[in-house]
């Protein structure tokens, strides 16, 4: 990770970590950057979530890119996933989101996508931070060199949702669902797309207000869409996160379908039906063992890749993959999107459920799933205090210890949060009982040094 991009861009709280300013930087550098490879007038686009922040900084980029020689397509609120995907189908330059995914309203981020929807390279990230710290020159035109703003008029959200529309595979107008938007950005394109896909909806937390963007609600609290899916006797639910790269499930029972197990069931039909590329999907670290079960019952390898969907698109690519993503509802469909795609998600899940002609829980039936507690615990001090806690010779003595307590039944993941001020401690074992033990102590541990 740079000095200001984590995993997933920059991310902070807003006037504390991440302001006006930087993003005016940010904006000019990226200009630059685009500027130094040459060719026609470049062109950048900005899509942002529905945070109280981003108004503020979108419009701090906009003048940060045309200070710096670049236009700009502001698209208004719109998925991540969608300004990579519209940054391929306009030939622009770059695409960048404001956004911080999953984390509350006071957070926001910045994300920066390549002309071909990826996230940029570690080398253009570290080239954009050293312009945003005044050690290389970062252009300021003047005259007719200035870039402009150019007009959108919801056309981009209309391509985006034709898109989604037609890579559902099979009729699943006689589906019954709820859909929580989490008062993100899918609350200006769920109701649309599933209104083109003819389907029986209903959705939850659609109505954003600037500070209750996933504020108990979307993939990371399933409680509320649990009960509603149970109460209603919908066919499932579906939940996506702030900026909608993410989508979770929940079955007819009201019980929570995670990420593994979308994908155990989207390889398995797409290994049946022969699109699955090396008949392999690429996981993370932190996917349960019942997923590995699963894959190896059913003729499927399962590649594991370290947190963040970023890891797990380089091993896709590496090894020629276009199924992949992380326990937490980030899916990569490479056939079909350069990122992780929560409404990609829905949709192609949404056909395999009816294609199927089963229940979800009918689906997920033979996936096993060990008992998993996940905890994070806060570190003061950013990166420099989360790499120290993770060189301790005593936390590396706790985890031994608890690997061999666990003797082959479980796993012991500690990880930094690429994101937050956190460390993560995800332990697997054969017992809640064990598993909650088991994390309990290792936070503890972390909590003394």
């Not at 550098?29 to 981003?54: C, H, M, N, W, Y």
């Not at 993939?219 to 989508?247: N, Y």
């Not at 063992?289 to 947190?307: I, R, T």
């Amino acid at each position: 990770m740079g000095k200001y991009f984590g995993t997933d861009g920059i991310r902070g709280v807003v006037n504390e970590t991440l302001d006006a300013e930087m993003a005016f930087k940010v904006g000019c550098a990226a200009a630059t950057v685009l500027l130094e490879r040459g060719g026609q007038q470049p062109l950048i686009l900005i899509g942002k979530d529905t945070r109280i922040s981003s108004d503020m900084l979108e419009a701090a980029l906009i003048a940060g890119i045309c200070s710096g020689g670049a236009d700009v397509l502001p698209l208004g609120v719109l998925p991540t996933p969608a300004v990579a995907w519209l940054t391929v189908k306009m030939n622009a330059g770059m695409g960048v989101v404001i956004s911080a995914s999953h984390n509350p309203f006071e957070h926001n981020g910045i994300k920066i996508f390549d002309h071909n929807g990826y996230k940029l390279s570690d080398a253009l990230e570290e080239r954009i931070e050293m312009m945003v710290d005044g050690v290389l020159p970062c252009g300021k035109m003047t005259r007719d060199k200035l870039g402009r703003v150019r007009s959108d008029d919801g056309r981009g959200a209309d391509m985006y949702i034709d898109y989604l529309a037609k890579a559902a595979g099979s009729n699943v107008s006689g589906l019954r669902v709820v859909v929580d938007c989490a008062n993100g950005a899918a609350a200006k394109t769920a109701g649309r797309l599933f209104s083109k896909l003819q389907l029986d909806f209903e959705l939850l937390h659609d109505h954003p207000n600037g500070v209750n963007i996933n504020d108990g609600c979307g993939s990371t609290h399933l409680e509320h869409l649990c009960s509603i899916v149970k109460a209603g006797g919908f066919d499932l639910g579906l939940a996506f996160d702030g900026d909608a790269d993410r989508c979770l499930c929940v079955d007819e029972r009201g019980e929570p379908v995670d990420g593994d197990r979308m994908m155990a069931v989207l390889g398995r039909y797409m290994h049946q039906a022969g699109t699955l590329k090396n008949d392999t999907i690429v996981a993370t670290v932190m996917s349960n063992l019942g997923f590995h079960e699963y894959a190896q019952a059913n003729g499927l390898k399962l590649l594991c890749a370290a947190v963040g969907d970023r890891n797990v698109l380089e091993m896709m690519i590496q090894n020629g993959c276009n199924l992949g993503g992380e326990q937490s509802g980030h899916i990569i469909f490479l056939d079909d999107a350069t990122t992780g795609d929560g409404q990609l998600a829905a949709v192609k899940f949404l056909s395999v459920v009816a294609a199927s002609g089963q229940k979800v829980s009918e689906l997920t039936a033979q996936i096993p799933s060990y008992p998993q507690v996940l905890l994070d615990c806060p570190v003061t001090g950013g990166s420099a205090a989360k790499n120290a806690i993770m060189k301790s010779s005593a936390l590396r003595a706790a985890i031994s210890e608890a690997e061999e307590m666990l003797a082959g039944s479980g796993r012991v993941l500690v990880r930094p949060s690429g994101t937050e001020a956190l460390i993560r401690v995800m332990v697997e074992a054969k017992t809640e009982k064990i598993a909650q033990e088991t994390a309990n102590n290792l936070i503890n541990m972390i909590k003394s040094l």
